[in-house]
């Protein structure tokens, strides 16, 4: 027996998602089962993980894939880690949604997050 499926493709963007990361929590935490969950969830509210693009000594570059033209959320949960935005803003550990969304053709904006600590305890800054 055969199933007939038809798979429609839509055209999208990378979204770069930029986590700065100084003094290097994430690796010395994440060594310990600690996570930082960078991701989308779409109307089938099936969530689709961000990618690692690459990392340096001061942090590490996340993609994920959205399609052009729709509303969406990233959602960032980092229950073992302290984050703030580009801002400087702490953030909650659980529940951070941003909106984006990508016209067609368009280049999408950074999504950039901070590391300032582990679980509640904020770090001094590296200089």
Do not use: C
Not at 15 to 42: C, F, T, Y
Not at 82 to 100: C, D, E, R, Y
Request: glycine share 12%; aromatic share 4%; proline share 7%.
């Amino acid at each position: 027996m055969s199933a007939h499926v038809t798979i429609a493709l839509t055209k999208g963007a990378l979204v770069p998602v930029r986590v700065n990361d100084p003094s290097q929590l994430l690796a010395v935490k994440e060594g310990l089962g600690a996570q930082l969950l960078i991701g989308v969830a779409g109307d089938s509210l099936v969530f689709r993980s961000a990618s690692i693009a690459s990392q340096d000594a001061s942090g590490r570059n996340y993609q994920v894939l959205i399609p052009f033209g729709r509303a969406l959320n990233i959602s960032v949960t980092a229950a073992s880690f302290q984050l703030a935005g580009q801002t400087g803003k702490s953030l909650p550990q659980l529940g951070n949604l941003f909106p984006v969304s990508v016209p067609s053709g368009q280049v999408p904006a950074t999504l950039v997050l901070n590391v300032i600590g582990i679980g509640g305890i904020a770090v001094p800054a590296v200089p």
